[in-house]
C-alpha cells in the first residue's frame, strides 16, 4: 500500500487508493467517485501526517526491512546470492511502475532472463491488498514486457505468511516488552487487544472499531490494554495517528493504556524475512496453492490473468 513521505504527496496517494477498484469498489462511476472523495479528504489527512512528522515512515522501514534481509541471505543462500533489494508501493512512491523501470534498467528482462520475488508485507493475504497490489504488478509486467518473446524476468511471490514461526516470535517478543512496563501485579491482568487494518464492504467496514472495543473495555473496568497491530509490518498513520493519538489519545488512561511497537527494525522480525524468502528460493514454486484459486463470485477478469499468470508453472524458480 504505502504511504506518502511527504504531506505534499497525500493528495496523488487518495487519488490512487480511490481510483483502485479492488480495495474501494465504486462501480462505473469509480473514476468520477474516486477522485471527488480524495480531494474531499485530502486537507484532514494531511493534517493527519503532519501531526506524526510530516510523512508516513513506511518507505523508510521497508527499504531498511528489505536491505537487511538480502544482507542476511547473502550470507545464507550464497547459490542464490546477490540478492538486490527493490521496494514498490500500490499507491505510494516508489510505485510498480518506478520499480519494475528500475529492474530493467538495471539489466534484468530485455532478453537477459533474471529472477524476481515478489514479496507481499501484508502477512494476511486478502484480494483487496495483496491481490490488488499483484495485480497491479502484472499490469505492468504486460505493458512492459508482455511482447517480449525470451528473456523476460522470472517471477514468483510469496503471498501468504501469516503463521510464520519467525513472525510469531517477532510480535511475541514487542509483546513482552510493553508488558514488561506493567507492575508485576498487574500483568497478569492485562488484556491484549489485536487492531488489525479493517476493509470496506459495500456500506460498513467491518467490526468491531478498535476505539470502540477500548471503550468498553474501560467503562468495564478494565483500564489496562495493550493494542497490538498486527495487519502491518511496520510503523505507518494508523499506528502513529490512529492507535496512538486517537484511540489511547482520547482514552483518558495513556498511563494503563499502550501500544505494543511495530516490526520495524526487529532484528528477530528481519531474520524471519530472510528465513521465508531462503525456504520460497530453495522450494522452486511460483506461489502458495490458494494463489491460483479464484475466490467464490469473482468476475473480475483482471485477477484471473493475474492469478494464471503467477501460478503458471514456468514462473517457479529450478532448483
Known amino acids: ?96 511502475e518506478e520499480m519494475y523501470n528500475r529492474l530493467l534498467a538495471d539489466g534484468f528482462g530485455n532478453g537477459k532472463g533474471g529472477r524476481a520475488v515478489a514479496f507481499t508485507q501484508y502477512p494476511q493475504y486478502s484480494c483487496s491488498t495483496t491481490g490488488s497490489s499483484l495485480n497491479d504488478l502484472w499490469k505492468w509486467r504486460q505493458r512492459l514486457e508482455g511482447k517480449a518473446e525470451s528473456g523476460t524476468i522470472q517471477w514468483s511471490v510469496i503471498d501468504r505468511w501469516p503463521v510464520h514461526p519467525g513472525l510469531v516470535e517477532a510480535f511475541a517478543s514487542n509483546i513482552e516488552k510493553t508488558l514488561a512496563e506493567y507492575p508485576e501485579d498487574r500483568r497478569n491482568e492485562v488484556v491484549l487487544l489485536f487492531s488489525a487494518h479493517s476493509l470496506p464492504m459495500t456500506v460498513p467496514w467491518l467490526g468491531p472499531q478498535t476505539q470502540s472495543s477500548v471503550e468498553e473495555y474501560i467503562h468495564k473496568g478494565q483500564k489496562d490494554l495493550v493494542l497490538i497491530p498486527i495487519a502491518f509490518t511496520s510503523d505507518h498513520i494508523e499506528t502513529l495517528y490512529e492507535l496512538d493519538k486517537e484511540v489511547i489519545g482520547e482514552t483518558g488512561h495513556t498511563d494503563t493504556v499502550k501500544r505494543v511497537e511495530s516490526l520495524n527494525g526487529n532484528p528477530i522480525f528481519i531474520e524471519a524475512l530472510a528465513n521465508l524468502a531462503k525456504s520460497h528460493l530453495d522450494g522452486g514454486v511460483a506461489c502458495s496453492h490458494q494463489m491460483g484459486l479464484r475466490c467464490p463470485g469473482c468476475k473480475s477478469e483482471r485477477c484471473v490473468e493475474s492469478k494464471k499468470f503467477f501460478a503458471e508453472p514456468g514462473n517457479a524458480f529450478a532448483t
Open 1 to 96: 500500500m504505502g504511504g506518502p513521505s511527504t504531506t505534499s504527496e497525500v493528495g496523488d496517494f487518495l487519488s490512487r487508493l480511490f481510483a483502485d477498484a479492488d480495495l474501494i469498489p465504486l462501480g462505473r462511476l469509480q473514476n468520477y467517485i474516486g477522485p471527488l472523495i480524495a480531494n474531499r479528504r485530502t486537507p484532514k489527512i494531511q493534517k493527519q501526517y503532519a501531526e506524526i512528522g510530516g510523512g508516513s515512515p513506511i518507505r523508510k522501514w521497508s527499504e531498511y526491512q528489505n536491505e537487511e534481509m538480502c544482507k542476511i541471505l547473502d550470507k545464507i543462500s550464497p547459490e542464490t546470492a546477490p540478492h538486490k533489494p527493490y521496494v514498490a508501493f500500490r499507491y505510494a512512491n516508489p510505485l510498480t
